[in-house]
């Protein structure tokens, strides 16, 4: 079974653009959460998609936003793109059950975010 | 805000050494899930506990919950130097499952 995938793993933007991320979770998983890691503020959680429908989210600006699609794929837009907004972006998916809620969560590698 | 708090930051030991880390958080919780990530990587998850119960084991892992303490703890007996790795502690609230609050990690290092 192939893990979760994330694109591109690098990129590096100029202040005041904006980009994309990608996220291709775990066949068959439809729960999808973003997260922000930085040094200095370390992981934070972003957002989380299940069913094409958001049902959380951090406390971020509204320059992040993200979506998921009909065969759980996601993505999360930065736009107008800040120094501080360089990190490494990971996406995680799950098989969300009533039971245990999101449980175990399966990390893609990232993508790193430099801006410039 | 983050919900988990790690403690010690850092932590070096012997290879062969056990090593123990603590997990404070602040509110009532479903579960807690101890994370490991080596550097720039995606995380691994490492062993779920439910609040429902006291301890669990996985190979070379202890973990401990203590919900009227709010803490867990993550042991890992006979340290090697593939461990070291950052650790982390994540907690799902019971109001919210689908939200999981990573704590600040504790930084491992294993000397040969």
């Known amino acids: 079974k192939a893990g979760v995938t994330q694109t591109p793993r690098y990129l590096i933007k100029t202040r005041g653009q904006q980009v994309t991320l990608s996220c291709s979770p775990i066949s068959g998983h439809r729960s999808v959460s973003w997260y922000q890691q930085t040094p200095g503020q370390g992981l934070q959680f972003l957002f989380e998609?299940?069913?094409?429908?958001?049902?959380n989210k951090g406390n971020f600006p509204g320059r992040f936003s993200g979506r998921q699609f009909s065969n759980s794929r996601s993505e999360m837009n930065v736009s107008t793109l800040e120094l501080g907004d360089s990190a490494l972006y990971l996406c995680a998916s799950s098989p969300y059950s009533k039971d245990l809620g999101t449980g175990e969560l399966f990390f893609g590698e990232g993508s790193r975010l430099t801006v410039l | 805000s983050q919900q988990g708090e790690e403690d010690p930051q850092a932590l070096s030991i012997q290879e062969g050494e056990n090593a123990t880390m603590n997990c404070s958080y602040k509110t009532s919780i479903n579960n807690l899930q101890w994370y490991r990530q080596n550097s720039g990587r995606g995380l691994v998850h490492l062993i779920l506990?439910?609040?429902?119960?006291r301890e669990k084991h996985s190979g070379r892992l202890r973990v401990t919950l203590d919900t009227s303490k709010k803490s867990s703890s993550l042991l890992i007996t006979a340290s090697r130097a593939a461990d070291t790795a950052s650790y982390f502690c994540?907690?799902?609230?019971?109001?919210?499952?689908?939200?999981?609050?990573f704590g600040s990690g504790t930084r491992l290092s294993i000397r040969p």
């Open positions: 998609y299940f069913s094409e429908t958001q049902r």
């Open positions: 506990i439910r609040s429902n119960e």
């Open positions: 994540a907690t799902d609230l019971d109001s919210s499952a689908s939200k999981i609050i």
